[in-house]
T-cell receptor, first 119, second 114 residues
Framework: AQKITQTQPGMFVQEKEAVTLDCTYD???????LFWYKQPSSGEMIFLIY??????QNATEGRYSLNFQKARKSANLVISASQLGDSAMYFC????????????????FGAGTRLAVHP | EPEVTQTPSHQVTQMGQEVILRCVPI?????FYWYRQILGQKVEFLVS????????KSEIFDDQFSVERPDGSNFTLKIRSTKLEDSAMYFC????????????FGPGTRLTVL
């Protein structure tokens, strides 16, 4: 079963508008973390925002905010005031509970959403 | 700001050849990972490495793959006999102990197998 689902293969938004990129996840672990990454055409993975499963408030980082609905198992990324430079692929990822042996678990990625910002 | 670096940025090789992809994680990080992304697809986990040994590996990480931290700074991924389907972007990532809220990725190495 897919652990991370991003149902929007592509989205477009007008410059200066807000856009929401959807992400739903599946885990039975009580402790997990959710991440969003931006991948521009140059290929690098740029970390945007993190939400821990026990965090009481939705995460925010500048123009990025994460709409975390734990009961629905969704972690949507909201980009406010879109800019042309926001055009990129966006990936949602999850880290499940860390192993008892120590260390940090791997990230599991969704298929991504390609965002196009139009002037 | 410290960053993960990877070399080379692009590697072209013939099928059957060995390749070594190099990563220099951030200096005080202790947990290291390799991921790969076939063109147009999602990022997939390959292997995690901690305390000089593999912590976890995926089904992709078969006997053709190996990882090493030879000198305390570099973290390498070796593919012994490359196949066409190994063509992908390979990302190295690292985590600082206690800092669970991010995972730093390197810029990636694009491997093309001809």
């Amino acid at each position: 079963a897919q652990k991370i689902t991003q149902t929007q293969p592509g989205m477009f938004v007008q410059e200066k508008e807000a856009v929401t990129l959807d992400c739903t996840y599946d885990t039975s672990d009580p402790s997990y973390g959710l991440f969003w990454y931006k991948q521009p055409s140059s290929g690098e993975m740029i970390f945007l925002i993190y939400q821990g499963s026990y965090d009481q408030q939705n995460a925010t980082e500048g123009r990025y905010s994460l709409n975390f609905q734990k009961a629905r198992k969704s972690a949507n990324l909201v980009i406010s005031a879109s800019q042309l430079g926001d055009s990129a692929m966006y990936f949602c990822a999850m880290r499940e509970q860390n192993p008892p042996s120590g260390g940090y678990n791997k990230l599991i990625f969704g298929a991504g959403t390609r965002l196009a910002v139009h002037p | 700001e410290p960053e993960v670096t990877q070399t080379p940025s692009h590697q072209v090789t013939q099928m059957g050849q060995e390749v070594i992809l190099r990563c220099v994680p951030i200096s005080n990080h202790l947990y290291f990972y390799w991921y790969r992304q076939i063109l147009g697809q999602k990022v997939e986990f390959l292997v995690s490495f901690y305390n000089n040994e593999i912590s976890e590996k995926s089904e992709i990480f078969d006997d053709q793959f190996s990882v090493e931290r030879p000198d305390g700074s570099n973290f390498t991924l070796k593919i012994r006999s490359t196949k066409l389907e190994d063509s992908a972007m390979y990302f190295c990532a690292s985590i600082l102990a206690g800092q669970v809220d991010t995972q730093y990725f390197g810029p990636g190495t694009r491997l093309t197998v001809l």
